[in-house]
Nanobody
């Protein structure tokens, strides 16, 4: 499975961006798709995940501002980011796995994801 992320850029505080991540290859096996981010000098952290097309989970820092969605027909996951803050500045990475049951919550740990895309840089200016 290959993942291709896009949509990053420079935005002012309070602005919005939408990230996209398209999967190709053995996409029929995918269960969770998610977004992580890596801020300068920080470890990679979970942002949001979606299991199949319905069950979502968010990091506390983005809940209520970010929305993850998934379009299975296009094998694509999106991250709509609103009310952006300077502390959201990071490289955002999409990830996917082929594990777990179809029910339950998406996984949140980096070692629970099997496939990773390249990062897309989001910069929020103050």
């Amino acid at each position: 499975v290959q993942l291709q992320a896009s949509g990053g850029g420079l935005v002012q505080t309070g602005g919005s961006l939408r990230l996209s991540c398209a999967a190709s290859g053995r996409t029929f096996s995918l269960n969770d798709m998610g977004w992580f981010r890596q801020r300068p000098g920080k470890e990679r952290e979970f942002v949001a995940g979606i299991r199949q097309s319905t069950t979502t989970v968010y990091a506390d820092s983005v809940r209520g501002r970010f929305t993850i969605s998934r379009e299975n027909a296009k094998n694509t996951v999106y991250l709509q980011m609103n009310s952006l803050k300077p502390e959201d500045t990071a490289v955002y990475l999409c990830a996917a796995n082929s594990r777990g049951w179809y029910s339950g919550l998406p996984y949140r740990n980096t070692d629970q994801y099997d496939y990773w895309g390249q990062g897309t840089l989001v910069t929020v200016s103050s």
